[in-house]
C-alpha cells in the first residue's frame, strides 16, 4: 500500500520528520519503507534515495536492524520497544508503532529509533563512578582512622574495611549500638571509634565492664548513691557512671552479664533518658550514648530467660559484628607488623620474623583473636634470643600439631634440607599428640630407634640454631656500639 498524499502535504510531512531529533521510518505491513527522515541516514549509514522502496529485512541483511520488533509489533498490534546494537558501534533504542486504519487493520508500522549510545555510555561511566566512589569512601575513612592520634586500627581485610566504615557512618547517628564478637576482636577499640567521630567526642568516654564489677556495686556504680543510703559512703552521695558520662558516651563492655535485676533499670535510662540514685526517688537526666558489647549470644540468652527481651530489642537497634581474627585472614600480617613496630619502638628491640614464623601465624586459628595476636608478638619479640624470631621461638599450641595439622616447608629450599625439616615437624607433631616414640614410630611407619636418632638430631640442631643466633646477636651489639 502507497502513502497517498498531496505532493504539498508530503514535503510538510517530510519536513516534520526531518525536524525531529531521533530516526524515523514508515514501513507498510510488508515492511516496505515508505518514508525515512535524515536522522534515519546518519542511523543507518544509508541515504533516503537508497532505502526507500526496499524492505527494512534489506536493512536486516546488512545488519543495521537485527531484532524482531516490527514481527513483535505487527502479532501484538501495539508499540514494542527492543534495544539493539548497530554495526556502527552505536546502541539504539528502537520502537516499532502500529498504525491501525479505521477498518482496524494494521496500515503502518512507524520506526522510531533513538540513539542512545552516549545515554548507555554515560550510565556505564555513571555505575564505574559509583564504585570507585564507594572505593574511595573506603580508603578515606580508612586514612581517617590511621590519622587518628591515639586509635590506630589495622583493616586491611574486605570485611574490616566495611566494619569500619558502617562505623564511621553510625558515629555521626546519635543510636544505640550494639557490638557483637569474640573475645579479643576489637570491640572496645570500635567503640571508641565511635565515640571519637561522634557528635559526643569532646565529651567523656565511660568503659564499664559489667562482669568485672561485683554484683553488690554495680548498681550504685552506674546509677550513683544518695547521701545517707550506705553506711561509711560519701556523705553527700556519689554520681554514677551514667551521670559522669552525661553529654558522652557510655560503653557497657559485656552487656550480657548485666544481672536480671539491673537490666529493667538500664531500660529505664534507654527510654526515659534519666536516672534515679540508689536510695533516692528523683530521676536526674542524663544525655548519654549508651554502645554495648558483648562476646555472648544475646538473643540465646532472651532464650534461657537470662536476658530481657524489651533490652535485647532495644539494644539490638544497630548491631556491629566483628568476625573473628581466623575469617578475616587478610588482617593478620598486617596486624603483626602493626605490634612488632609499636612494641619495637617501646622497647626498642630490633628483631624480624622469618617467612616461616609468618606462614604459621597465618595459618593458625587465633581463638583469642587480635588480644592473643599482640600478646604472641610482644612475647615473641622480648624472649626470642636472635636477630630473626624462627618456627622455633613460636610455642607449642601455635605449632600445627595442635592446629591444623599441616606440615609447612617455606619456599624453595635445598631438597635434603627440605627432608629434614619435614622429618622435623612430623617428629615434633607426632610427639606433641602422642607423647611416645613407639606410636609416632609406628603412625610414621619406622622404627622406634629411628624416631629416638631423629628427636637427638632436632635437639642437637636446635642447640646449634640458638649458639649461632647467640653469637648473632653478639656480633650486632658489637656494631651498633
Ligand atoms: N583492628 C585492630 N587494629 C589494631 N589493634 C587492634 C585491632 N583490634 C583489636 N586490637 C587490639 O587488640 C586488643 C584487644 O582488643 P579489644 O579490647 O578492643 O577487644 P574486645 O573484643 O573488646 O575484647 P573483650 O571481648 O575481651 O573485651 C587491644 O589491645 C586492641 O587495641
Not at 566504615?165 to 558515629?171: M, N, P, S, W
Request: glycine share 6%; aromatic share 6%.
Amino acid at each position: 500500500m502507497a502513502i497517498k498524499l498531496k505532493p504539498g502535504f508530503r514535503k510538510i510531512l517530510q519536513s516534520l520528520l526531518d525536524s525531529l531529533p531521533d530516526g524515523i521510518m514508515i514501513l507498510t505491513v510488508d515492511g516496505i519503507i515508505k518514508m525515512a527522515n535524515n536522522v534515519q541516514e546518519r542511523l543507518t549509514g544509508l541515504s533516503n534515495k537508497e532505502i526507500i522502496g526496499q524492505t527494512i529485512f534489506s536493512l536486516v541483511q546488512k545488519g543495521i536492524y537485527n531484532d524482531p520488533v516490527i514481527d513483535l509489533a505487527l502479532k501484538r498490534r501495539q508499540s514494542v520497544t527492543l534495544m539493539q546494537y548497530t554495526p556502527f558501534n552505536t546502541c539504539l533504542l528502537v520502537t516499532g508503532a502500529p498504525v491501525i486504519d479505521d477498518n482496524n487493520e494494521i496500515a503502518y508500522v512507524v520506526l522510531y529509533s533513538k540513539d542512545v549510545t552516549e545515554l548507555n555510555q554515560l550510565q556505564q561511566q555513571l555505575e564505574q563512578t559509583k564504585l570507585l566512589t564507594q572505593k574511595y569512601s573506603l580508603e578515606i575513612n580508612e586514612m581517617r582512622v590511621q590519622s587518628q592520634e591515639n586509635i590506630d586500627i589495622v583493616a586491611k581485610s574486605i570485611k574490616m574495611k566495611k566494619i569500619i566504615d558502617l562505623t564511621l557512618r553510625l558515629a555521626r547517628v546519635d543510636t544505640t549500638v550494639l557490638i557483637l564478637g569474640e573475645s579479643g576482636t576489637g570491640k572496645e577499640v570500635i567503640a571508641k571509634l565511635i565515640h571519637d567521630h561522634g557528635e559526643r567526642k569532646l565529651g567523656p568516654f565511660i568503659k564499664v565492664n559489667c562482669s568485672a564489677i561485683p554484683e553488690s556495686l554495680i548498681e550504685s556504680e552506674l546509677f550513683g548513691y544518695e547521701s545517707g543510703t550506705f553506711t561509711g559512703g560519701n556523705k553527700e552521695g556519689k554520681a554514677g557512671l551514667f551521670e559522669l558520662a552525661h553529654n558522652g558516651d557510655i560503653f557497657l563492655d559485656e552487656i550480657g552479664d548485666l544481672s536480671l535485676s539491673l537490666q529493667p533499670k538500664l531500660l529505664r535510662v534507654l527510654q526515659e533518658k534519666e536516672v534515679i540514685r540508689v536510695g533516692g526517688a528523683k530521676p536526674r537526666k542524663v544525655d548519654v550514648r549508651v554502645i554495648t558489647a558483648t562476646n555472648k549470644d544475646l538473643k540465646e540468652l532472651v532464650n534461657q530467660n537470662l536476658f530481657r527481651e524489651d533490652l535485647f530489642f532495644r539494644l539490638n537497634v544497630v548491631p556491629i559484628l566483628i568476625p573473628p581474627l581466623r575469617e578475616r585472614k587478610d588482617d593478620i600480617i598486617p596486624l603483626v607488623y602493626h605490634f612488632k613496630d609499636l612494641i619495637s619502638k617501646k622497647y626498642k628491640i630490633k628483631k624480624e620474623f622469618s617467612g616461616k614464623v609468618l606462614n604459621h601465624f597465618y595459618a593458625y586459628d587465633w581463638p583469642g583473636n587480635v588480644r592473643e595476636l599482640q600478646n604472641a608478638v610482644e612475647r615473641l619479640l622480648i624472649i626470642s634470643i636472635g636477630n630473626t624470631i624462627t618456627v622455633d621461638d613460636l610455642p607449642h599450641d601455635m605449632l600445627p600439631a595442635s592446629g591444623d595439622g599441616r606440615i609447612i616447608v617455606d619456599g624453595i629450599m635445598p631438597m635434603r634440607q627440605a627432608v629434614l625439616e619435614v622429618e622435623r615437624q612430623l617428629i615434633e607433631q607426632g610427639m606433641a599428640k602422642f607423647n611416645s616414640t613407639y606410636k609416632v614410630a609406628k603412625i610414621l611407619g619406622v622404627h622406634q630407634t629411628t624416631v629416638i636418632r631423629k628427636i637427638a638430631k632436632v635437639n642437637k640442631s636446635k642447640k646449634t640454631n640458638n649458639v649461632r643466633q647467640l653469637k648473632d646477636q653478639k656480633q650486632s651489639n658489637d656494631n651498633e656500639a
